[in-house]
């Protein structure tokens, strides 16, 4: 083969190529021209439909936006009044307490005084009535003793007298 049909051959293959090369080129500008107005026409049908809901949205913004301020000052006030009412009540409780503990004190104080009373009531009972009331048992006693004693020796006496038959 010569130069001349191989320069000929490579020509024509690169002719080739170049002609499927630009089908291909063709066939793809084409779908990428329908993609795109596929695309295009999406995005207009999603701007219609989310035109209202976002004109919606808007006014609903509009209207809400006094009522937001409002709300959000009266969170705020209630915010404020609840920390003061909480230390309020933190104080009240703080002195609740302390009364409560200065009360359990005196309490405290007034049983231990009842129960030191009643100690010293019933030491002064033992001495000044139970130990007398002892004595005088014990020297009743005595006496009883004493009487019992000179019964039996008194009737002892009149038995020895009397034949021994009581």
């Given at each position: 083969?010569?130069?001349?049909?191989?320069?000929?051959?490579?020509?024509?293959?690169?002719?080739?190529?170049?002609?499927?090369?630009?089908g291909t080129l063709i066939a793809l500008y084409k779908a990428m021209?329908?993609?795109?107005?596929?695309?295009?026409?999406?995005?207009?049908?999603?701007?219609?439909?989310?035109?209202?809901?976002?004109?919606?949205?808007?006014?609903?913004?509009?209207?809400?936006?006094?009522?937001?301020?409002?709300?959000?000052?009266?969170l705020a006030e209630a915010s404020a009044m609840l920390r003061i009412?909480?230390?309020?009540?933190?104080?009240?409780?703080?002195?609740?307490?302390?009364?409560?503990?200065?009360?359990?004190?005196?309490?405290?104080?007034?049983?231990?005084?009842?129960?030191?009373?009643?100690?010293?009531?019933?030491?002064?009972?033992?001495?000044?009535?139970?130990?007398?009331?002892?004595?005088?048992?014990?020297?009743?006693?005595?006496?009883?003793?004493?009487?019992?004693?000179?019964?039996?020796?008194?009737?002892?006496?009149?038995?020895?007298?009397?034949?021994?038959?009581?």
């Amino acid at each position: 083969m010569s130069e001349h049909t191989v320069l000929t051959i490579f020509v024509a293959v690169a002719a080739v190529a170049l002609i499927i090369q630009m089908g291909t080129l063709i066939a793809l500008y084409k779908a990428m021209n329908n993609a795109s107005s596929r695309i295009e026409r999406a995005i207009l049908r999603l701007e219609e439909r989310s035109a209202p809901v976002l004109a919606t949205a808007q006014t609903i913004l509009v209207d809400a936006q006094p009522k937001i301020s409002e709300i959000t000052t009266n969170l705020a006030e209630a915010s404020a009044m609840l920390r003061i009412h909480v230390a309020e009540i933190g104080d009240a409780t703080g002195e609740i307490v302390e009364r409560a503990r200065l009360q359990a004190v005196r309490l405290d104080e007034l049983v231990s005084g009842t129960v030191e009373r009643i100690e010293d009531t019933a030491e002064f009972v033992q001495h000044t009535v139970v130990k007398p009331i002892r004595r005088i048992q014990a020297i009743l006693q005595a006496v009883q003793a004493g009487i019992g004693f000179l019964r039996r020796s008194h009737s002892g006496g009149k038995s020895a007298v009397n034949g021994g038959s009581d």
